[in-house]
């Protein structure tokens, strides 16, 4: 049984970096350091994230040369393998630890390497937390700003507007008061015709004297015309 495990996980292989990849250091103290492109990316760019075979290829996890072949990624696929799938959790826990003990790897090493796996998928987290805060803090900056700029334009617009609106209110004030000047001129020329036609006038209507104005204005048309 342990027999096919081995060859089931060995046939995938572990995730792992080589020896020139990975030398036997600790974890980065800063890892957000060792990834390129902190930087806010330019707009309307999607930020694409690592992939964890990505992340652990370029991270330096401190393991065992046993631990380099037997890294709990491993034992993650020895626990998914069909061999093993059946079996109560005691059942698993006992074959795992003769496989482990089979390939000369103690299980606290295997542990350690669980723990900085998951220590470097965290502080990534935590780096493109940071990402994001810087993203979000730029791009709320420039809309406020654009907000602002939109508001001044706005305000610009609203004022020709309303200039526009009072100007026509002044146009037909004008035209009122010139309307009103143009009725008191024609009572004026009303009157002065009718005195013109009879002495009393209470014996000529305005509407007659209009009427006569324009028959005599007809007349005069009609001779400069001959």
């Known amino acids: 049984m342990f027999k096919r495990l081995f060859e089931t996980s060995s046939g995938q ?10 030398p036997a250091m600790g974890l980065p103290a800063s890892p957000t350091s060792d990834w390129a492109g902190n930087e806010p990316p330019p707009n309307n760019v999607t930020t694409k994230m690592s992939t964890f075979d990505e992340l652990y290829r370029k991270s330096t996890l401190k393991s065992t040369a046993a631990v380099a072949e037997w890294n709990i ?15 109560s959790p005691a059942s698993k826990h006992s074959a795992l630890l003769m496989a482990l003990e089979a390939a000369g790897v103690a299980v606290e090493d295997v542990l350690q390497d669980a723990v900085q796996r998951q220590r470097l998928l965290n502080d990534y987290e935590e780096s493109q937390q940071e990402r994001l805060l810087e993203i979000e803090t730029v791009k709320l900056r420039e809309n406020e700003r654009l907000a602002a700029e939109m508001e001044a334009v706005s305000a610009q617009y609203r004022s020709r507007i309303a200039a526009g609106a009072a100007e026509i209110d002044r146009q037909r004030e004008t035209l009122r008061d010139w309307q009103e000047q143009k009725e008191r001129e024609q009572r004026r020329i009303a009157e002065a015709a009718s005195a013109c036609v009879s002495a009393d006038p209470a014996t000529s209507s305005e509407a007659s004297i209009t009427r006569l104005l324009e028959k005599n204005a007809s007349v005069s048309r009609y001779r400069e015309s001959a």
């Open 13 to 22: 292989g572990p995730v792992r970096a080589s020896s020139e990849e990975r």
């Open 73 to 87: 990624l491993k034992v993650a696929e020895m626990l998914d393998s069909e061999h093993l799938r059946g079996l």
